[in-house]
């Protein structure tokens, strides 16, 4: 089973909806999580952090389920500029490296 | 401005040769990292630094060398026993990982091997 996983996708939503993409990890300790955004041939970017409360930062939303171990990020009303590929990280306990998902693939549609 | 510079944005080299990728941080982190990504897939991790004059292989270091000899920079060097070398190299640094700090991203160099 790999540290992060991640649904590929694509996912393909039409502009004004709300997506949503989850990411498991295996490491029942590990203790830092966050979103990153990475757009076409570009450099990942840090989208958001996510806390064990939760939290949101304008149209995003960022939960951690740590009974299921995912985390979990909600786009709500998605723009065109949305389009991008979502890496999860993850933390391990202990570890001095980030443990980077494959990445979701997301496209707004016109 | 502060930030991640590496150069250069592409790279093509020959078969057998080796070739070396610029890393410079201007933000003052202790910790310093080398990835590797190909078409489709996530971020893979070559090598890592958390203070100058040290350093640690991450998961796929064979075929790859680095130094740290000043605390700004972090050059990789893809040496002719890396089987695979073309993907999109990518430079990061932070604060200390240790203290779950995030990690700040350069503008990637792409090598590729004719």
């Known amino acids: 089973r790999k540290e992060v996983e991640q649904d590929p996708g694509p996912f393909n939503v039409p502009e004004g909806a709300t997506v949503a993409f989850n990411c498991t990890y295996s490491?029942?300790?590990?203790?830092?999580f966050f979103w990153y955004r990475q757009d076409c041939r570009k450099e990942p970017k840090l989208l958001m952090s996510?806390?064990?409360s939760g939290n949101e930062d304008g149209r995003f939303t960022a939960q951690l389920n740590r009974a299921s171990q995912y985390i979990s990020l909600l786009i709500r009303d998605s723009k065109l500029s949305d389009s991008a590929t979502y890496l999860c990280?993850?933390?391990?306990?202990?570890?001095?490296?980030?443990?980077f998902g494959q990445g979701t693939r997301l496209t707004i549609n016109p | 401005d502060g930030g991640i510079t590496q150069s250069p944005k592409y790279l093509f080299r020959k078969e057998g040769q080796n070739v070396t990728l610029s890393c410079e941080q201007n933000?003052?982190?202790?910790?310093m990292y080398w990835y590797r990504q190909d078409p489709g897939q996530g971020l893979r991790l070559i090598y890592y630094?958390?203070?100058?004059?040290?350093?640690q292989k991450g998961d796929i270091a064979e075929g790859y060398s680095v130094s740290r000899e000043k605390k700004e920079s972090f050059p990789l060097t893809v040496t002719s026993a890396q089987k695979n070398p073309t993907a999109f190299y990518l430079c990061?640094?932070?604060?200390?990982?240790?203290?779950?700090?995030?990690?700040?991203f350069g503008p990637g160099t792409r090598l590729t091997v004719l």
């Open positions: 990061a640094s932070s604060i200390d990982l240790r203290l779950r700090d995030t990690q700040y």
């Open positions: 490491n029942s300790a590990s203790q830092s």
């Open positions: 996510v806390y064990s």
């Open positions: 990280v993850v933390i391990p306990q202990g570890a001095q490296k980030l443990v």
């Open positions: 933000l003052n982190h202790d910790a």
């Open positions: 630094s958390q203070i100058v004059n040290d350093f």
